[in-house]
């Protein structure tokens, strides 16, 4: 009797869990390479060379973003201040403190701030905390000219005493945003205090919509923002990959 199956078939069941097989470890594979970065991310610390606090010098003194992140309204990139920015205040201030060693190593002087004879200024290495893969492209400007906050991106920064990655600024993060910016436009002259709750915002200044009634909600006043300034975030591939 002729067999009824050619021979391959016995074949097929396992062809069939090979398949299987790969694609699972296809998935998962692919799972921990674009998922598990992003989320190890959110929380990355590292120490830097000089223990700067924000929470001190951008909270309770209330010193201005833009004194140091120079960049950020102008460019792509924000900027971090050089070791001149810092000397400003502390060539007066804390002068012989031991935490402030690589600022003076930075100025080229001693302790005393006697400036030491050939010595090389070393600009301080601070550690780099953001950090956009080459093939996407983001611009700094763009975004707080036109009423987002550096808290939608970057959190409570003027609360930590040591900064951390806080928002995981994935694609899909990008992409929420650029879908729903109503979420998370304010007035430009707010952009910079991290303080800032629309709620009271809106309790404090009256906000009329196009029928005369109050606004009172993020959400309202966002739709609002965006129809005066005519803003509408791309969300085409071409926007971020150019
Ligand atoms: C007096 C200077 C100064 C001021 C004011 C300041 N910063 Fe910074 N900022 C720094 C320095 C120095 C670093 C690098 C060391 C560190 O991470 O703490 C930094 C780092 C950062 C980083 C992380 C950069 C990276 O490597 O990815 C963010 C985000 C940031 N600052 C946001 C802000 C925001 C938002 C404000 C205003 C609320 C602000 N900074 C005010 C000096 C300043
Ligand atoms: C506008 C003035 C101002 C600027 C600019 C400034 N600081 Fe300060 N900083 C202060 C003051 C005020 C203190 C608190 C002094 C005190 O507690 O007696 C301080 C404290 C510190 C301390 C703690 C010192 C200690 O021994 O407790 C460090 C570290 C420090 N600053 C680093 C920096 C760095 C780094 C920069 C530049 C990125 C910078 N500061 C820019 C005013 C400033
Ligand atoms: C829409 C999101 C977004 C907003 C708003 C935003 N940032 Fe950033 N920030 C990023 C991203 C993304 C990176 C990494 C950029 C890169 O690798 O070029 C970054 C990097 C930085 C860095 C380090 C690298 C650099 O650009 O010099 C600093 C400092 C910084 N941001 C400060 C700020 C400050 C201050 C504000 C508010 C005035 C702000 N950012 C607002 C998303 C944002
Ligand atoms: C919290 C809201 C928000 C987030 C998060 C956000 N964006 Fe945007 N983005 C905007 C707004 C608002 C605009 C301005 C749109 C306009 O001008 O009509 C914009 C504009 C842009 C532009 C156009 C800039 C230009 O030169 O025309 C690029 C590129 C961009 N975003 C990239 C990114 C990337 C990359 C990320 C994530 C790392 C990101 N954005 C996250 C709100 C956001
Ligand atoms: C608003 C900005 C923005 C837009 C629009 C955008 N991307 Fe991205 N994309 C990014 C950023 C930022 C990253 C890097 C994410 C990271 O570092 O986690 C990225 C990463 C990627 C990656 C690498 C894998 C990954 O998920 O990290 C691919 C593939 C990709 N984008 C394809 C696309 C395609 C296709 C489109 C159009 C449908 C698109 N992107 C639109 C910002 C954008």
Not at 58 to 87: M, Q
Not at 105 to 126: F, L, N, Q, S
Not at 135 to 142: L, P
Request: aromatic fraction near 10%; hydrophobic fraction near 30%; charged fraction near 25%.
């Amino acid at each position: 009797m002729a067999n009824f199956f050619p021979r391959w078939t016995n074949l097929l069941p396992l062809k069939i869990a090979v398949c299987i097989l790969t694609v699972g470890v296809g998935v998962i594979s692919a799972f921990t390479y674009y998922a598990t970065p992003k989320a190890q991310r959110i929380g990355y610390q590292p120490d830097q060379p000089i223990d700067y606090d924000h929470s001190f010098h951008a909270g309770e003194l209330g010193i201005d973003c833009r004194y140091c992140h120079s960049g950020v309204d102008k460019s792509a990139k924000a900027g971090l201040p050089t070791a001149n920015t810092c000397w400003n205040c502390h060539q007066h201030v804390q002068k012989g403190s031991d935490k402030l060693g690589p600022l003076r190593a930075a100025m080229g002087v001693d302790k005393d701030h006697v400036p030491i004879e050939g010595a090389e200024k070393k600009p301080i290495e601070w550690v780099r905390i953001h950090k956009t893969p080459d093939y996407a492209y983001f611009d700094h400007s763009a975004h707080v000219n036109r009423g987002v906050s550096c808290k939608s991106c970057h959190g409570d920064i003027h609360k930590m005493e040591k900064v951390h990655h806080d928002k995981s600024l994935s694609m899909e993060f990008c992409l929420e945003c650029h879908r729903n910016p109503e979420k998370h436009l304010r007035p430009l002259e707010e952009v910079y205090n991290l303080d800032y709750n629309a709620e009271d915002y809106l309790q404090a200044n009256e906000v009329l919509d196009e029928k005369g009634e109050r606004i009172t909600t993020q959400e309202d006043f966002g739709l609002l923002l965006k129809h005066n300034w005519n803003v509408y975030p791309k969300d085409s591939c071409s926007t971020c990959h150019r």
